[in-house]
Nanobody
C-alpha cells in the first residue's frame, strides 16, 4: 500500500500560478509512475500530467507549455507547477501512483480554484 499526502491547492486569479506537492509513503519501492488527475464538477476525472521513474513525462494537451511536472525520487515526492492558470482548470486535483504490478493509489484530493 502507498499512502499519498497532497498540498498546495487554493484560490488563484486567472493568469496566476500554483504548485502542488504530493509525498508518498508506505510501499514506495513498488512505485513506477507518479502524477496528477483532476476532476471538475460534473465531469470525468482526467489525466493532467504524469512522470515515470526514469523521468519521462506526459501532459494533457490543454496544459502543455503551462504546467510542468517533476519528481524527487529520494523523497518520493512529485510536484506539479501550474502557470498561466485558466478558470477551466478549476477542479479537485488528485495525486496518484502507478505500481510496477499495475496497482494504483490515490491521494485525498486538493481543490484548485481559478477565478476569472
Amino acid at each position: 500500500q502507498v499512502q499519498l499526502v497532497e498540498s498546495g491547492g487554493g484560490l488563484v486569479q486567472a493568469g496566476g500560478s500554483l504548485r502542488l506537492s504530493c509525498a508518498a509513503s508506505g510501499s514506495i519501492f513498488s512505485i513506477n509512475s507518479m502524477g496528477w488527475y483532476r476532476q471538475a464538477p460534473g465531469k470525468q476525472r482526467e489525466l493532467v500530467a504524469r512522470i515515470s521513474r526514469g523521468g519521462s513525462t506526459d501532459f494533457a494537451y490543454s496544459v502543455k507549455g503551462r504546467f510542468t511536472i517533476s519528481r524527487y525520487n529520494a523523497k518520493n515526492t512529485v510536484y506539479l507547477q501550474m502557470n498561466s492558470l485558466k478558470p477551466e482548470a478549476t477542479a479537485v486535483y488528485y495525486c496518484y501512483t502507478g505500481g510496477i504490478r499495475g496497482s494504483v493509489s490515490w491521494g485525498q484530493g486538493t481543490q484548485v480554484t481559478v477565478s476569472s
